[in-house]
């Protein structure tokens, strides 16, 4: 089992920056590819990005590129969103998930964070 734990969301005017982080505890060796996705009601959870286990590749949603950047620290067992230029219609809650594979459906990860709610005011 792996708990995951989001934290660092907040209230964030537009144009702004925040850095969520996710941290893992219980069975985190071998280390899994982890994930974040955001969800808004009425929405479907939607892919935000992902990076592998080794951190040697990272993938994004083509919504995010160039403003998001997931990074980890495997010694910390912990995954970072580093988030910037936020819109809002970026507000959702976060969260971070874990899988054996990288995919951009929420149904291909195991374990789940609670999540962590970002608001991006205009």
């Known amino acids: 089992q792996v708990q995951l734990v989001e934290s660092g969301g907040g209230l964030v005017q537009a144009g702004g920056s925040l850095r969520l982080s996710c941290a893992a505890s219980g069975r985190t060796f071998p280390p899994y590819n982890m994930a974040w996705f955001r969800q808004t009601p009425g929405k479907e959870r939607e892919f935000v990005g992902a990076?592998?286990?080794?951190?040697?590749?990272?993938y994004y949603a083509d919504s995010v590129k160039g403003r998001f950047t997931i990074s980890r620290d495997n010694a910390k067992n912990t995954v970072y969103l580093q988030m910037n230029s936020l819109k809002p219609e970026e507000t959702a809650v976060y969260y971070c998930?874990?899988?054996?594979?990288?995919?951009?459906?929420?149904?291909?990860?195991?374990?789940w964070g609670q999540g962590t709610q970002v608001t991006v005011s205009s």
């Open positions: 998930a874990a899988g054996n594979r990288i995919v951009t459906t929420p149904g291909g990860y195991i374990y």
């Open positions: 990076i592998a286990r080794s951190s040697s590749n990272t």
